[in-house]
């Protein structure tokens, strides 16, 4: 067993297109180790939003295999693969993710319920301090709708940690923030690798946050570049 | 702006022809009224017509002229009167059944030339008949020729063979005039050639049967009128009667009108107004247009809570779409469109949706009128009844109508749209208010105004039966009433439907998993996005259930009471021939019918004597008269074959036979001897036939019905005001009567064998030549009381309107539900990412039916028992009949429950299909870019 939190290898993707074929990916070889916060970096169109769903277990590789802290995610059945996306992963999206009908804390709680972890003080009082990590402990009232989006994407990022999950991943995270509040969210997720230990692969082509990760892995067209 | 429109029709497509779908059947419903009605309205003036010319064997579309003249110079009179028929078919506009025109001379001696004895001085009047060459057969001798003259000039005179015996003229023989000569002094001959009798076919044509001629030569009419009228005239006495007959088959309820008051004109004002008299189709119109003020109102009223659905799913389905389109108008907004623009927009497809669904609902309005003329019960269609439909001018008006209420429904949600900027947009997003009519306490209201009504309408329910009676229609308050209750109660339940689901949501606060916990939450939060579609539902249900009932009440009540009225399938009264002595008065002994004869009706099962002598009479204190009613039976025959329902007894029917047929003397009283005169059981009671023969009776039971009697009688006063009577009623024993009275005359009462027709039983009556004084038969008064346009117009309406509701519920909740998981499908997305099943999200799809579908549903049908329960009893009252004698029972059939049950079922089924599909061909991940976009 290494201690690759992902370990992926050869990945091809390849999608079915009208008149033939389009391969998003090309044999990607990509390794990210525990606590480590991680950029996938490339243009639109590179194959990083392709990539990190096969990472998240949404999608299939055409070729190759992906490890998942050891597990070769190809085995897995549908119900594995859900239990491993509720306990082991976290997910924060580009858009606004959260469900408009429960507030701050109840949308941060939900990923515990989904984790399977029973209503308790303990739970309550982890929701809050992951609220309070991202500095909305004292807004967890609030309905999503009553937020800004940077602060609905803090609130994401909350509850992508509360189930204390091995990895985060996160798809353009900062696409809709200005640059303040992408460096700001950016940071949050720098933090958690180092306060909780949690492994976190962002994507973004926002060159300004590069200095924040551990590791860079950049595509281009599909392909892995090293540079 | 024509091509935008398209494109972001085409883009909506579905709601779009969700729209059209909505616009089509509201104006189809719209315009099938004045459809249905005016053919409805044709058939039920045939039917009065009909009625009138069966039951007083004469042609009631008739009017009647005549006029003598003496000696009248130049002949003008009797000219005009020729004019008459023509005149009249002209200005009436009517088609021309029959004209039989009769101008004859007064009766004046006329002799035989063969000089015998008994040829001189009959008294006898030369005539005329219009075309009677064709409408009479000749019996001996031959029709008068063509020119109508023999050739010495002797007028060709043909004659009846009730003339032919009652003057004794002998065919080939001359006849001369004594006393009255031609102008020129002339002896006036006449010759016989012929006897007739009117023709198989002649119908209606003899107005005068030649049975009635029996002093009448007939001659050609030319010949006639070329020697005694004109400038001959003023040597005659001349009599000229005209029966015009005209066809009402043609007749169109619109005619009403129009002939009603030109007849008015003709026998008041006109010219002839001194020689024609009050024609007998008047009567037919009246009592035509009694029936009709009852019929308008009542199927007018039913529609408008149809009506109004209608106009809701119009509303609700533009909402959503306005809603969808939100983005669109704000974008379209900042770019510097102007509100007006946008409506107008908006104002340009809702012009091609409606007009598009009014051109297709016109047809299928046609169609739906053909339907309700076709019901025979609810939610039951005899196809092979059809009605004959003809758009009317009216159909156009209700169109355009229709057509305009679908407009306003589509257009009038843009207006509130318009004003929406992005800004806005973000802005209403955040908030959540209660509805307006929560703060309104419209809910309330609307009960409280609907129980109002309830409880004024009951107190003088009595009233009701009376005004409808006075042939006025029912109070559409009473309609309104109920329709106010459902909507109040559905807004009412809608208020308290978040606090259930917060209830069931905190009963089981700690177990309720991931998917639930979230439908929990959607629905205390969002719930009342949902409260319009529920609404919908729950007004779909309740009137469903409570129409269904409605319907079902009337029916089956009117089924009933027709039944129990008959008696049974056929009762026979003979005509009975009093035996009077040398000295010609009467012996009060009759010629008795041979009764065996009834053993050979072939439709027959049972048959058996029944006396019944409504005038019949018991001694008052005081020596007042009371008149009842006495039936005499043969216990065991007359049990077999009658039945009255235990409900309506004191104990089984049969038990009361029984106890009757073990006491000689016993008679059965009609409660009221009870309640109004204080009779007891043991009591001996006598009673008086009209001929003054009594019976003594012992007391042995008293019922409240019995087949054929009413307890009640209702009627009209003179004056127009309704009145009720009291009916009383004694049963004894046939024989015993018989051993008291004498003979007595008896009806036949005859149970038929199943598949009996009403042809067979008249067929029978015909070979056997029996002569009936009184004939009921149950087959045709049920055929009749089911074709009445009231009854049948209630059940039409009220099943159509049950099958457009069903049809836009199943349609506006399939739209909704696709609708808000459209929207959602980037949460789904979201849910699926994080780990959530497939069957999870289902779940909470599933939680979601039952807060909205499901608790609808059951509100639905608990308002829908309620209401009827409440207002059914109410409403029956108006369609009680004149001779409602059975109380009133609350019929609802569980049958056309479950079939309401199970298309909702069906529906929510559907929908949770088509949810399952959408969401198995959802992909995550491209939910998910479908949020990046």
Known sequence: MSDFVIKAQGVTRVFPVPGGEFTALKGIDAEVSKGTFAILKGRSGSGKTTLMNIIGTLDDPTNGEVFINGTAIKGLNEKQRENLRRKELGFVFQSVSLIPSLNAFQNVEFSMRMAGIKPSKERDKRVEECLRLVGLHNRMNHMPAEMSGGEQQRVAIARSIAHSPKLILADEPTAELDSQMAARVTELFKEMTRKEGITVLMTTHDVGLMGAADEIIELENGVRIYG | ?933
């Open chain 2, 1 to 933: 702006m024509f091509r935008i429109m398209l494109q972001k029709m085409w883009h909506k497509k579905w709601m779009n022809v969700c729209l059209l779908l909505g616009c089509i059947l509201l104006t189809a419903t719209v315009v099938s009224f004045p459809i249905y009605r005016s053919a409805a309205y044709d058939r039920m003036l045939n039917d009065e017509f009909e009625n009138y010319t069966i039951s007083q064997g004469k042609w009631a579309a008739l009017v009647y002229g005549n006029v003598s003249v003496k000696k009248e110079t130049g002949g003008g009179t009797i000219k005009k009167m020729d004019d008459f028929p023509k005149y009249f078919y002209d200005t009436m506009g009517v088609k021309e059944k029959e004209t039989f025109f009769l101008i004859n001379l007064t009766s004046l001696k006329i002799s035989s030339e063969t000089k015998r004895k008994d040829g001189q001085g009959l008294t006898a009047r030369l005539g005329a008949i219009n075309n009677m060459p064709e409408h009479a057969t000749i019996l001996s001798g031959e029709m008068y020729s063509d020119t109508g003259v023999t050739e010495d000039g002797a007028i060709e005179c043909v004659v009846s063979q009730s003339c032919l015996i009652n003057l004794g003229v002998l065919v080939g023989e001359y006849f001369t005039y004594d006393d009255l000569r031609y102008k020129n002094g002339e002896l006036i001959r006449m010759y016989v050639t012929g006897v007739f009798d009117a023709a198989d076919n002649s119908g209606y044509f003899w107005q005068t049967k030649p049975e009635a001629l029996n002093d009448m030569l007939l001659c050609n009419p030319d010949v006639f009128r070329e020697r005694f009228t004109g400038d001959n005239a003023s040597k005659f006495s001349l009599v000229s009667s005209v029966s015009v007959l005209f066809d009402y088959q043609d007749l169109k309820a619109s005619d009403v009108e129009r002939i009603s008051k030109l007849t008015d004109y003709l026998y008041k004002e006109s010219s002839y107004r001194s020689v024609l008299k009050e024609p007998a189709y008047l009567d037919v119109f009246a009592s035509y247009n009694i029936r009709v003020s009852r019929i308008s109102t009542t199927l007018l009223i039913l529609q408008i809570p149809i009506l109004a659905m209608l106009a809701t799913f119009l509303f609700m389905i533009s909402s959503q779409m306005y809603e969808m389109e939100k983005n669109e108008i704000s974008v379209i907004k900042s770019r510097g469109s102007s509100k007006g623009q946008i409506i107008l927009l908006y104002l340009y497809q809702g012009l091609f949706i409606t007009i598009t669904g009014g051109i297709l609902g016109l047809p299928l309005g046609a169609l739906f009128a053909k339907m309700l003329g076709s019901t025979r019960n609810f939610l039951e269609f005899d196809l092979s009844e059809t009605l004959n439909v003809a758009y009317t001018k009216e159909s156009f008006i209700y169109l355009c109508a229709a057509v305009f209420v679908c407009l306003l429904s589509i257009v009038v949600p843009s207006i509130k749209h318009s004003k929406v900027s992005i800004v806005k947009l973000k802005q209403s997003k955040a908030a959540k208010r209660k509805a307006w009519w929560e703060k309104l306490f419209l809910d309330i209201i609307l009960l409280g105004v609907s129980i109002y009504g309830y409880y004024s309408f009951n107190k003088n329910g009595g009233n009701l039966s009376n005004t409808v009676l006075e042939g006025e229609s029912l109070d559409p308050l009473l309609y309104i009433s109920s329709s106010v209750f459902i909507l109040g109660a559905g807004l009412f339940f809608l208020r308290i439907q978040p606090y259930i689901v917060r209830l069931i949501y905190l009963i089981g606060k700690n177990h309720w998993g991931p998917a639930s916990h979230v439908s929990f939450m959607e629905n205390i939060k969002n719930g009342r996005k949902q409260q319009l579609i529920m609404l919908f539902l729950i007004m779909t249900i309740s009137l469903g259930m409570y129409h269904a009932t409605v319907a079902r009440t009337i029916l089956e009540n009117a089924i009933d009471n027709t039944e129990y009225l008959a008696g049974t399938d056929v009762i026979i009264k003979e005509n009975w021939v009093e035996l009077a002595d040398r000295y010609g008065v009467s012996t009060g002994d009759y010629v008795v019918p041979n009764y065996s004869k009834y053993n050979s009706m072939e439709a027959a099962q049972m048959h058996t004597k029944v006396i019944f002598d409504d005038k019949a009479s018991i001694k008052q204190s005081g020596n007042e008269m009371l008149f009842v009613t006495v039936m005499g039976i043969n216990t065991k025959e007359f049990g077999t074959q009658t039945m009255v329902d235990r409900s309506l007894l004191d104990k089984n029917y049969y038990e009361f036979l029984n106890d009757l047929a073990v006491v000689e003397d016993g008679v059965l009283l009609s409660k009221n001897f009870q309640t109004i005169y204080g009779y007891k059981e043991g009591d001996s009671i006598t009673f008086y036939n009209n001929k003054k023969k009594y019976a003594i009776g012992t007391v042995i039971g008293f019922v409240d019905y019995f087949p054929g009697y009413s307890a009640t009688e209702n009627g009209l006063n003179a004056d127009g005001t309704a009145y009720t009577k009291d009916n009383f009623l004694i049963v004894s024993h046939y024989d015993y009567l018989v051993s008291k009275w004498g003979t007595t005359p008896y009806e036949v009462w005859i149970k038929l064998v199943e598949d009996a027709k009403e042809i067979d039983v008249y067929n029978w009556i015909v070979d056997n030549n029996v002569e009936v004084s009184k004939y009921v038969n149950k087959i045709s008064k049920m055929e009749s009381t089911l074709s009445d346009p009231l009854l049948q117009g209630t059940n039409g309406v009220l099943t159509m309107g049950f099958v457009v509701t069903i049809v836009l519920c199943a349609v506006g909740y399939l739209i909704y539900w696709v609708m808000s998981i459209r929207e959602r499908e980037l949460i789904f997305g979201v849910l699926r990412a994080t780990g959530l099943h497939k069957s999870e999200i289902m779940t909470m799809l599933i939680n979601e039916q039952i807060f909205c579908g499901l608790f609808s549903v059951l509100a639905g049908i608990g308002i829908g028992k309620l209401t009827s329960t409440l207002f059914v009893p109410i409403l029956q009252q108006a369609y009680a009949s004149q001779d409602q004698a059975l109380p009133m029972k609350l019929i609802m059939v569980a049958s056309d429950m479950y079939r309401l049950y199970a298309v909702i079922g069906l529906v929510m089924l559907l929908a949770l299909g088509v949810l399952a599909a959408i969401l198995s061909r959802m992909n995550v991940t491209k939910a998910l870019k479908l949020g990046e976009e």
